[in-house]
């Protein structure tokens, strides 16, 4: 039980730290006030800082060393911190507040780099990976460094008066860049939000308590809602939900906020100056944890927001700036003289996860639903007003106007999340609109059931005919978020999700809008058009090719680089196929159902997999590129499970016996690498204990021969 125990508590851990570089005159980077920022560099590795000076450093981390370094002349200070431009790989900076630089990373002279001089103070350029650069200005004015370099002297309004700017930060949702800023004015604390594309501003003001002042920000976005968090003066950790869907306009609302975490532990209490997010349930705060009677010491700190307690801590004798940044799950903060790096780790918050019972990283927190014994009558649940109650019932004769309503005040009712029960209340919203749909066939809120799926911690249990209703409307898009986000379907269902994908043609399926991040990193669409190679390596080993009927289609089929044939279904199809092979399942329950499905569609199935078995051999990882792509576990068990339900039928079909002898040959191909990458290991092993018996004072070069 104690063994438990300290497994449940210890989620979070500070792992080696290193230093990146010192900090003075000597080193090029300033340590006055610390530094002015560190931003993400043009590769993963690769950091910029950026002092309160003239000097800003390109380093890359695992090296330890810097890439780049540019200065601004003397009697020049640079105001506002250097960013990349992620899709040109060109590096940005503004000095004296108005003059704005661009240069790349051969150009040596800053001086010399590109110019323009603008006409309002800029506060920050915050660049985004797939939206480019975005340029606050001190008066609140937002522009994309495209429209600005189109006419740097344009007038640029001034929005926030005699409001300061304290935070700000961007990001990208649905493909639209969004920018959240935080001012304040006579200790008051004010949030706005600019929609780009949109030039969709809100202003909202932040509900404080009395005598205390908001010290830090952050915030992140998910699910079209950005959750605010605020560290305050009184050790609290707040949090603020800010709905990017408004559907009215409002001169100024107030935003209520809601206690996150008490930085306080046995008697101790942590004076917090900087703060980040970690992931949904870890927060990494920086600052002096002062305990009675004894001195105060800065220290690095992880706490866990949903079991409310102190993860783990690090001392930082030397002292801080204040300031920390975190990327790549890595830590960056001053030390003394140098800026110091500490690797951290995070497992999942959850009992599940404690006990190894998740089936893998991407499933959805179980934790996060709620007890289906508590659910009463549905009308006793929803507790809106009675022009909602009465527009959700079947029979009721609901006008478009109404819809209209009840629908905006869901979405505004499904922003805030205060309710009790408000899963099973947005469960049982969605079984009622689902039980008029079955009604009256001509009613069906597409738009709106796809919002609630996206948005919401639903499960299928909450609302059990919502796929079935997907199904028979062929709403190949919600079934495909069902299927990503709900972790209890069943495999009756599955299978049907399964078949219905199989059937529907590719033609159709382009004129559909589809969720396509978890192939377009890898599909090779355009594979059919490259010139076709005549002779096969598999991960980088030669195989030896039995003499048959099979041997030369499947020469002159793969690549010398080992890529397989063009992928068998289009990327709409691939991605859909992706979330079936994302869902849980019991292999008792889903064979008996995968019997059942049609020869050809089996036979189009197993190619596909065998198209993805072959992309993820390709690499040493033996993972795909992109975002949530199938993994090879997920891969090989379908698999083997399509083997099994289909065998004997595909062993009899003439287009089946070519994949499967493709197959065999590529699986023991694979067999034969893999056991010859275990008599290197086993070689290597035997060399690193020879070495440990020679007298380590002894120089020598040796030549190793690997038979």
């Not at 005040?409 to 309710?419: H, P």
């Not at 409307?473 to 495999?491: A, T």
């Amino acid at each position: 039980m104690c063994r438990e125990r300290w497994r449940l508590a210890n989620m979070a851990a500070l792992c080696e730290s290193f230093t990146l570089c010192g900090l003075g005159p000597s080193s090029g980077v300033g340590l006055d006030g610390g530094l002015l920022a560190l931003e993400p560099g043009p590769d993963r590795d690769h950091v910029l800082l950026t002092d309160r000076g003239r000097t800003a450093t390109l380093f890359k981390v695992s090296d330890q060393k810097p890439l780049g370094c540019w200065s601004a002349k003397h009697g020049q200070i640079i105001t506002c911190p250097v960013v990349c431009n992620f899709e040109t790989h060109e590096y940005i900076a503004v000095h004296d507040d108005k003059v704005l630089r661009i240069w790349k990373n051969t150009d040596v002279n800053l001086d010399k780099a590109f110019k323009a001089t603008l006409s309002a103070d800029v506060y920050r350029i915050h660049s985004l990976p797939k939206g480019g650069p975005v340029v606050l200005f001190k008066g609140g004015g937002v522009r994309t460094l495209d429209v600005l370099l189109e006419a740097p002297q344009q007038e640029i309004e001034n929005i926030i008066s005699d409001e300061v700017i304290k935070w700000s930060e961007a990001f990208m949702e649905r493909q639209q860049p969004v920018l959240i800023f935080a001012t304040e004015k006579n200790g008051d604390s004010f949030v706005y939000v600019q929609k780009l594309k949109m030039n969709n501003l809100h202003k909202y003001k932040l509900e404080q308590q009395e005598l205390s002042k908001a010290l830090s920000f952050t915030a992140y976005i998910k699910n079209q809602i950005i959750t605010l968090l605020c560290l305050s003066s009184n050790d609290c950790v707040y949090k603020f939900l800010i709905p990017l869907q408004q559907n009215m306009e409002e001169e100024e609302q107030i935003l209520p906020r809601s206690l996150l975490l008490n930085l306080s532990v046995s008697g101790s209490v942590l004076k917090g100056t900087s703060f980040v997010v970690l992931d949904k349930d870890h927060i990494a705060v920086l600052g002096s944890l002062a305990t009675a009677g004894e001195e105060s010491k800065e220290c690095l700190t992880i706490w866990n927001t949903k079991f409310q307690t102190l993860q783990t801590s690090k001392e930082l004798p030397l002292g801080t700036s204040g300031q920390i940044w975190c990327y790549e799950k890595k830590f960056f903060f001053t030390h003394g003289k140098v800026l110091t790096v500490v690797i951290y780790k995070c497992e999942t918050s959850s009992l599940a996860a404690a006990v190894g019972k998740l089936k893998d990283s991407q499933a959805p927190d179980v934790s996060s639903f709620v007890d289906w014994n508590n659910l009463g009558d549905e009308e006793l649940v929803i507790s809106f007003q009675s022009q909602q109650s009465v527009a959700l019932k079947p029979e009721s004769g609901m006008t478009d106007a109404s819809t209209t309503v009840f629908e905006n005040e869901l979405r505004q009712v499904m922003s805030k999340g205060q309710m009790p029960d408000f899963q099973a209340t947005i469960g049982c919203v969605v079984t009622a609109i689902i039980n008029r749909c079955k009604a009256n066939p001509k009613y069906y809120p597409r738009n709106f059931l796809l919002q609630i799926v996206e948005n919401q911690d639903l499960s299928y249990s909450l609302c059990p005919d919502l796929m079935v209703v997907a199904l028979e409307k062929k709403d190949l898009h919600l079934l495909q978020i069902c299927l990503q986000r709900f972790p209890d379907i069943p495999e009756e269902i599955t299978y049907a999700c399964l078949k219905a994908f199989l059937s529907i043609s590719d033609a159709y399926l382009q004129r559909i809008d589809l969720n396509l991040e978890s192939v377009i990193c890898y599909l090779d669409i355009e594979l059919n058009n490259k010139e076709v190679k005549t002779e096969i390596v598999e991960n980088g080993f030669s195989t030896e090719l039995e003499q048959d009927i099979w041997e030369t289609k499947i020469t002159k089929k793969l690549h010398v680089t080992g890529d397989s044939e063009s992928c068998p279904v289009g990327p709409q199809k691939a991605a859909l196929l992706n979330a079936i092979l994302h869902s849980s399942y019991s292999e008792t329950f889903l064979l008996p159902h995968l019997k059942n499905l049609p020869a050809q569609q089996a036979v189009l199935f197993l190619r596909y997999l065998y198209y993805l078995y072959v992309k993820c051999s390709e690499k040493i990882t033996t993972t795909l590129p992109g975002t949530c792509p199938p993994t090879v576990n997920q891969i090989m068990d379908w698999l083997c499970l399509l083997l099994d339900a289909h065998f004997s039928v595909m062993v009899m079909l003439p287009e089946a016996k070519e994949l499967l002898s493709k197959l065999h040959k590529f699986v023991r191909a694979q067999v034969r690498f893999y056991s010859e990458l275990n008599k290197i290991e086993g070689s290597l092993q035997e060399l690193q204990r020879l070495n440990h018996q020679k007298d380590p004072h002894t120089y020598s070069v040796e030549v190793l021969e690997l038979i």
